[in-house]
């Protein structure tokens, strides 16, 4: 029985016989595995046997013990180690359902940065704890989207949005082409790590019908398109299901569509009209009325770009219906300030609100408990003052995103910071994109039903650098 790679340097450890006199069984763990080279035209090969490994054999644990062991493991990359210290470890860690399991339990971390419209992976860096297995992905991945068919040649495939490691592509026009006025694209959806697509079907023209007089926004298309979380735990069973959401701001009401990835098809989002959404609406002005999409939980916000009661516009993605929500009088001061949407780890949105002396970098944090319709109540008041010209950019789960532009104490670049701790953690060079989440190659499945055959790559050890800064 041998290890997976050759190891070039150990650390040992004793498992009894800690007394002087007694017999210590000496085990060897790999510390520095090579990374594998991977050449970004082929698909990645699978693992070659391996030579030269030190035979290990098994602790004698029950396997029902280190199962639970295991899924009880945060890090990921430490999981990945794990499997390396001996084949009993990489036969339980490795199959299928405890792999399920595991992503179950443990959503995937963040890894990086996919740059809007030049189509760029910024992996997060070391000294980021996410910093090996980002380099694993990079390797991996094909991030220029190489192996998805191109549109039109009018067009080129642009980075729209990420989410459980798929990434949704909309035909963007090239330089020369104009896409004022366009409503409708193609739209694509993909696996870069395991190099699987599936082009959306167009919008029926039934539901097309429905699109009347859109508002222009900033970016050059009229809608937006984006991913919704999955929700329910029937969803989530299937790691290949997703939905897309596709909508738009039309002079007298909002229109949206949301395609399933099990069905195959498009369905319409009961619109609503603005006349019964904004109290004393009477005409737009010919651009959007919400802008500066933000997600939690279940949720999707917009911050309002008008006069209107000084709303936000809401989209509930379980029950697929628009609404408002009012903040509070004290936060509608920072609807133009700065609002950052978070998730409270109970099942409730959070709202951090900007004052008028952001300059000192004092934010006030709101929190709802039973959904969008519940009342928002002031959780406590927090300081992220790094420097004075910082953007919060999103959040990802229980954390922010800054966007710091340099200082004498901090690198300029993205940040993660925890908003319990106030801790900050350096990801990549600043990049206006979307977060890119996924697990260590070895560790990830398919995210993506093709209906092309592809095997899951085991990786992740080899490709995985874990080596200090």
């Keep these: 029985v041998s290890l ?3 190891v070039p340097s150990v650390r040992r450890f004793q498992i009894g016989g800690g007394m002087a006199g007694g017999a210590a069984d000496e085990r060897q763990i790999p510390v520095d595995p090579p990374v594998l080279e991977h050449h970004p035209e082929s698909p990645p090969r699978p693992l070659p046997q391996p030579h030269g490994a030190r035979e290990v054999s098994s602790p004698p644990l029950p396997e029902e013990l280190l199962l639970d062991i295991f899924r009880r493991i945060p890090d990921q990359t430490d999981l990945v180690l794990t499997s390396a210290a001996c084949v009993t470890f990489h036969r ?7 792999l399920r399991q ?12 996919l740059q809007y419209g030049d189509n760029v992976f910024h992996p997060a860096v070391p000294p980021h704890p996410s910093a090996p297995a980002a380099r694993a992905v990079a390797l991996a991945g094909d991030f220029s989207f190489s192996f998805v068919p191109a549109p039109d040649p009018a067009h080129r495939w642009a980075v729209r949005d990420s989410r459980d490691g798929r990434v949704l592509l909309e035909a963007s026009p090239r330089e020369g082409y104009s896409a004022r006025g366009v409503v409708f694209t193609e739209l694509a959806v993909c696996d870069p790590l395991h190099r699987q697509y599936l082009l959306l079907p167009p919008i029926p023209g039934d539901l097309a019908a429905t699109v009347e007089d859109p508002l222009m926004r900033i970016r050059p298309h009229s809608s937006e398109t984006f991913f919704a979380p999955q929700g329910d735990e ?3 069973a299937d790691e290949t299901s997703f939905r897309v959401i596709w909508m738009v701001q039309c002079e007298a009401k909002i229109v949206g569509f949301v395609f399933s990835s099990s ?4 369905r319409a989002i009961p619109c609503q009209s603005w006349a019964n959404l904004l109290a004393g609406f ?3 002005t010919g651009m959007a009325l919400f802008y500066g999409r933000q997600c939690t939980c279940d949720y999707f916000y917009w911050l309002p770009n008008c006069q209107y009661d000084l709303k936000m516009l809401v989209l509930d993605t379980l029950r697929m219906e628009f609404s408002v929500d009012e903040p509070p009088s004290e936060a509608k001061n920072a609807l133009f300030l700065g609002i950052t949407m978070m998730e409270t780890g109970e099942g409730g949105p959070r709202m951090l609100a900007g004052t008028y002396d952001m300059t000192c970098g004092n934010h006030t944090l709101w929190r709802k408990n039973g959904g969008s319709t519940s009342q928002w109540q002031k959780e406590k008041m927090v300081s992220l003052s790094p420097g004075p010209r910082d953007v919060l950019r999103c959040s990802i789960g229980n954390y922010l995103v800054l966007d710091h532009f340099g200082s004498s104490l901090l690198e300029k ?3 993660t910071v925890d908003i319990e701790t106030l801790q900050l953690k350096r990801v990549c060079a600043s990049v206006h994109g979307s977060a890119y989440c996924n697990y260590p190659p070895s560790l990830s499945a398919p995210k993506v039903s093709s209906g092309i055959e592809e095997e899951v790559l085991e990786q992740g050890v080899e490709a995985l650098q874990v080596k200090g800064p």
């Design 4 to 6: 997976l790679t050759p």
């Design 92 to 98: 339980l860690i490795t199959d299928r359902s405890f």
């Design 102 to 113: 595991y992503r179950r339990l443990h959503p995937p971390p963040l890894l990086g940065f």
């Design 234 to 236: 029937a969803a989530t």
């Design 263 to 266: 069905t195959r098809q498009w």
């Design 282 to 284: 009477v005409s737009s």
């Design 413 to 415: 670049g993205l940040y």
